[in-house]
């Protein structure tokens, strides 16, 4: 049961993690997070910061406190060589009230930054910085160098910046550009059908939504995105909603704002709001229906398609309204009125706006888990002590939870314990399979706890004879009132340990192990070994004899250095073999014969050579002599 429950938890969560409809949204806490981001920035070390941090919390409509000298660190941090700079910090002064940033000779740097050598990251933050500190713009310069950077570099991060730029220029390129978003959206990265997003991260992805949306506002029509890769979209910028980096965390923000405001597409979120756990005395299950930034949608028509359970995938409610509360957002339903047996159930809802909106997306297939506990009951409780060749039918007490035995039941290792007890749903009557049901052991003297069969465990108690209270315990996910329950005392005798009849530490140092070679064989008898010394010296004998009666030719033998050491080299082999046999071991012998292989290998490569030339020449003599006779 333990393994099947696991698997209809996964289940839930794989079901839940299918759904495209987002399951989540900034809450008050994830708001309060990043607004600390932000104001961890303060004091500004630099324009950037200042950027992110100001415009950040004017999306999560915070007051900027001390906007005066907020405006003094602002002007005060432009790095006046700096392009990016001056982007940062006019982007930060625009957004304060009555902070003037003195624009210097900032037109001719951030007019030479717009060139057909520029990349679009400083087309981007020239042409912007141009626009807040009110210097000219040329904007058909801006399109001609957008155009050119574009060729050189077309990553999304690059098509990013000119969607932004194109929204404020207009103009007859406006179409164009605004075409390109379908082909960007395609090159994003799909990850577990329910993500898309790009390979540079948040800030990439939040960018590209961000200027998209902006463009599709400026040309007016709805940008070429399938509805379902508007979601997954969204499931990854909320994703990454606990992001403490300061620039990543201001344009996550902005790219959430603008799938809430924006006139096309807004992702509606389906959240459970009441804890996942319903029981008959807390039978309302909330769900809050919001925008990504948890705003509210305005009247809406809630419902309960189904809610199946995902054990044994019975449908308890179908088609069953929410109903309304004072807060716009949020819809509860008795969910306990159908008497739902206990364990998970998988909702699915589906929403629909009082007054038509084709902007929602997300609307249908949202689904929520919600856990039905119930309470259980102990009946028909029965425990006693059996032999084990249970010839003698045992004799079970019987007891009511929660009381105990009174006497110390007595058990040795003989006989074994046996336990019974039915255990009950008691909102359906029916008998409940428990997720973790076992019995705890523990000695009265030295509080070990031991959770095994006694019979096959007398190891595991260490041998240890005396009183062990009994404890059951069971418990699952769905059982509100798990139960710990010492319902007796145990007399347990264990045999004595194997080989000792004291106690035995299992954790004692045991005695050490010392390898032991294989003693060598005895060597065979001295007669022995000399009649096989001279049956191996037979041969010699003879054919020294052979040589004697056939006569031998010794004239022909090269007395040179080469001839001579071979000879004694190989008779110094056969004599490393003699001592191999007498009185060396293998290793030894191997050592001698690698240091008399090499001379042996020369001298006999040498006198070979020798031989050979010296017949090459008796042959030659043997033709010119033919010759010389006709």
């Avoid at 405006?71 to 957004?95: L, Q, R």
């Avoid at 418990?475 to 004595?496: K, S």
Wanted: charged content about 20%; some cysteine.
């Amino acid at each position: 049961m333990a393994k099947g429950t696991s698997i209809l938890y996964l289940f839930a969560v794989a079901v839940v993690g299918q759904a495209l409809t987002p399951s989540t949204f900034l809450t008050t806490v994830d708001r309060d997070r990043l607004r600390s981001v932000f104001e961890a920035a303060q004091p500004f070390t630099d324009a950037a910061n200042a950027h992110y941090s100001i415009l950040g919390l004017k999306l999560l409509g915070a007051t900027i406190a001390k906007e005066q000298e907020v405006c003094k660190s602002v002007t005060s941090s432009v790095d006046t060589n700096s392009v990016a700079s001056w982007f940062h910090a006019s982007t930060a002064a625009k957004a304060l009230s009555n902070c003037k940033l003195a624009p210097g000779s900032a037109q001719k740097l951030l007019g030479d930054a717009i060139s057909q050598d520029s990349s679009v990251a400083d087309i981007y933050f020239s042409f912007f910085a141009l626009k807040n500190l009110g210097l000219t713009v040329d904007n058909g310069k801006v399109t001609a160098a957008l155009t050119e950077a574009l060729k050189k570099d077309d990553s999304p991060m690059s098509h990013g910046f000119a969607f932004n730029i194109v929204s404020e220029i207009g103009g007859a390129d406006v179409n164009r550009y605004f075409d390109l978003i379908e082909d960007i959206v395609a090159q994003a990265d799909e990850v577990d059908d329910k993500y898309l997003q790009y390979e540079g991260g948040l800030f990439v992805t939040a960018s590209v939504v961000e200027g998209a949306y902006k463009l599709s506002a400026k040309a007016n029509k709805a940008p070429v995105i399938s509805q379902d890769k508007v979601l997954k979209f969204a499931n990854y910028l909320l994703s990454r909603k606990h992001v403490h980096q300061l620039k990543s965390a201001y344009k996550l923000l902005a790219a959430v704002s603008i799938l809430t405001t924006n006139k096309y597409h807004i992702p509606v979120a389906v959240t459970l709001a009441s804890p996942v756990s319903v029981s008959q005395s807390k039978p309302t299950v909330q769900v809050r229906v919001s925008n990504i930034m948890g705003g509210s949608l305005g009247k809406m028509t809630v419902t309960a398609d189904s809610a199946k359970n995902l054990g044994d995938q019975s449908v308890v409610i179908s088609k069953k309204p929410f109903k309304a509360t004072s807060d716009d957002a949020l819809f509860e339903m008795d969910f306990m009125a159908n008497k739902p047996s206990s364990g998970f159930y998988n909702v699915a809802i589906s929403v629909a706006p009082a007054k038509a909106d084709s902007r929602l997306l997300g609307v249908t297939g949202a689904s929520v888990t919600v856990k039905v506990t119930t309470q259980v009951s102990l009946e028909n409780v029965e425990i006693g002590v059996a032999d084990r060749d249970q010839v003698v039918a045992p004799k079970p007490t019987r007891v009511q939870h929660p009381g105990r035995v009174g006497a110390a039941l007595e058990a040795d290792f003989h006989q074994k314990v046996i336990m019974k007890f039915l255990l009950k749903d008691k909102m359906s009557g029916s008998a409940f399979p428990a997720h973790q049901t076992f019995v705890r052991l523990t000695n009265a003297e030295s509080k070990q706890e031991i959770i095994f069969n006694v019979g096959s465990s007398a190891k595991d108690f260490g041998y240890k004879s005396g009183k062990y209270s009994l404890e059951l315990v069971i418990g699952d996910a769905v059982i509100e009132n798990p139960i710990a329950w010492n319902l007796a005392d145990l007399q347990l005798t264990f045999p004595a340990a194997p080989g000792k009849a004291e106690k035995q530490d299992q954790y004692a140092k045991k005695p050490e192990i010392k390898h032991l070679f294989r003693e060598p064989e005895k060597r065979p008898s001295q007669t022995v070994s000399m009649a096989f010394t001279l049956l191996v010296l037979v041969p010699f004998a003879v054919l020294f004899l052979c040589w004697m009666k056939v006569g031998v030719n010794i004239s022909n033998f090269p007395f040179s250095v080469s001839a001579i050491g071979f000879h004694v080299c190989l008779a110094a082999v056969f004599g490393l073999y003699y001592c191999y046999w007498t009185h060396l071991n293998m290793f030894q012998t191997l050592r001698y014969l690698g240091l008399l292989g090499v001379p042996t290998f020369i001298f006999g490569n040498r006198m070979l050579r020798r031989v050979k030339s010296r017949h090459r020449a008796q042959e030659v003599q043997r033709s010119m002599n033919g010759s010389n006779s006709v």
